[in-house]
């Protein structure tokens, strides 16, 4: 059974900065497609970053620059570093996983975690 569970959310201040992590359980991080997703109250789910089985990333424009994605083979983990938080960063932050990517996209994630919430104040 694949598990994915976040963690890393929180409170912070514009301008600062959280690191969210993933533990994936059942699956081998480095065979797949990786990717975190967020959704605001109100509005749909967005991709925010991916990272490829050859660590590839790729990043919404509204994160670039901001964001970074990461994988840790050896600890089966995918991280997201995010610094210059600004409030309309506010979502619940989700990360997914597709186990048999012919391409990383934003679409056909097979596992999602519970979510981590990130809240930015102004």
């Known amino acids: 059974q694949v598990q994915l569970v976040e963690s890393g959310g929180g409170s912070v201040q514009a301008g600062g900065s959280l690191r969210l992590s993933c533990v994936v359980s059942?699956?081998?991080?480095?065979?797949?497609?990786m990717a975190w997703f967020r959704q605001a109250p109100g509005k749909g789910r967005e991709g925010v970053a991916r990272?490829?089985?050859?660590?590839?990333?790729t990043y919404a424009d509204f994160v670039k620059g901001r964001f970074t994605i990461s994988q840790d083979n050896a600890k089966n983990t995918l991280s997201l570093q995010m610094n210059s938080l600004e409030p309309q960063d506010t979502a619940m932050y989700y990360c997914?996983?597709?186990?048999?990517?012919?391409?990383?996209?934003?679409?056909?994630?097979?596992?999602w975690g519970q979510g981590t919430q990130v809240t930015v104040s102004s």
């Open positions: 059942g699956y081998i991080v480095r065979s797949s497609c």
């Open positions: 997914a996983l597709d186990r048999t990517p012919s391409s990383c996209t934003w679409l056909g994630f097979d596992d």
């Open positions: 990272i490829d089985k050859r660590s590839s990333a």
